[in-house]
């Protein structure tokens, strides 16, 4: 009869399923963006290239920029920085002669691999300033992974979780978090079929976490799309993200250790 090996058992408990997403990270520090930030950068590991994209023609309306986070809300504020420099979205607009000119601000990524699979985790950290209200109703910043997102709109006092549409500004869920210019860091945990978790820290603060059932709609989690709509005029504006990971759950990988010390010590 064949015996199961430790080592064996802790790689069996340790494989995701096949569609599961492949561990990644990138930050806004790595050398592909040092030229700035284009579709089709593709930097870190783990991820599928960029694809950015701006409803206006007009490059002052909305675009993408590699910079510190600290010059956007009150300047100087708090940032989410590795060596200076983070992902920006900018977007406002403008009435003129032919109506009004949009800006709406996108960056989207897949994840190689699949959807986020229970028991992992997707982490990213968020850094917004003000946020204005236009003709076209609130400008508002997030990042939505299809069946959900994470946002703030001009108007409101804390974040908000929606069901994944980055047009949505009232959301499925008031998280209790106020407004901060000094960023956020976030891990999204997929703990069930239709379960997360999600942890929201504010650089200096402390955490608020929140456990929710995931829409039954939108797609899957196999791709982050972050955003800015319309927010505003001037880098007090501008949004930030920086430092995306997906990882196994901590707790899940202290689990599968103690599985393996277990099937050790049934061994000695």
């Known amino acids: 009869m064949n015996k199961v090996t430790p080592a064996a058992l802790l790689t069996l408990a340790l494989a995701l399923p096949a569609s599961a997403a492949l561990p990644a990270f990138d930050s806004a520090a790595d050398a ?11 930097g870190g590991s783990g991820f599928g290239p960029w694809t950015l994209t701006n409803v206006s023609s ?3 309306r ?3 920029i590699i910079q510190t986070s600290s010059g956007n809300g009150a300047s100087p504020s708090g940032h989410i920085d590795t060596a200076s420099r983070a992902f920006g979205l ?5 009435s003129g002669p032919n109506g009004l000119d949009i800006g709406f ?3 989207a ?6 959807e986020i699979a229970i028991g992992q985790s997707l982490l990213i ?3 917004n300033g003000f946020i204005g209200s236009w003709q076209l109703g609130p400008g508002s910043v997030g990042f939505s992974i299809n069946r959900l997102s994470f946002f703030f709109a001009a108007g409101d ?3 908000r979780v929606g069901y994944g549409d980055p047009n949505n500004t009232s959301g499925i869920l008031d998280t209790g978090v106020p407004f901060t210019d000094d960023g956020l860091d976030l891990v999204f945990t997929r703990t069930g079929t239709d379960a997360y978790r999600l942890d929201i820290t504010p650089v200096g603060g402390s955490t608020t976490t929140i456990n929710g059932s995931l829409p039954q709609t939108g797609g899957s989690l196999d791709s982050i799309l972050l955003y800015n709509r319309t927010a505003g005029p001037g880098a007090s504006n501008d949004v930030f993200f920086n430092r995306l990971a997906i990882v196994p759950e901590p707790a899940t990988l202290s689990a599968l250790a103690g599985l393996a010390l277990i099937a050790l010590r049934r061994r000695a």
Do not use: K, L, P, V
């Open 32 to 42: 592909a963006y040092n030229n700035g930030w284009q579709s089709g950068d593709n």
């Open 58 to 60: 007009t490059g002052d």
């Open 62 to 64: 909305n675009g993408h």
């Open 90 to 94: 900018y977007a406002n607009q403008s």
């Open 105 to 107: 601000a996108t960056a």
């Open 109 to 114: 990524r897949n994840f190689t691999g699949g």
């Open 125 to 127: 950290s968020m850094d």
């Open 157 to 159: 006092t804390n974040y």
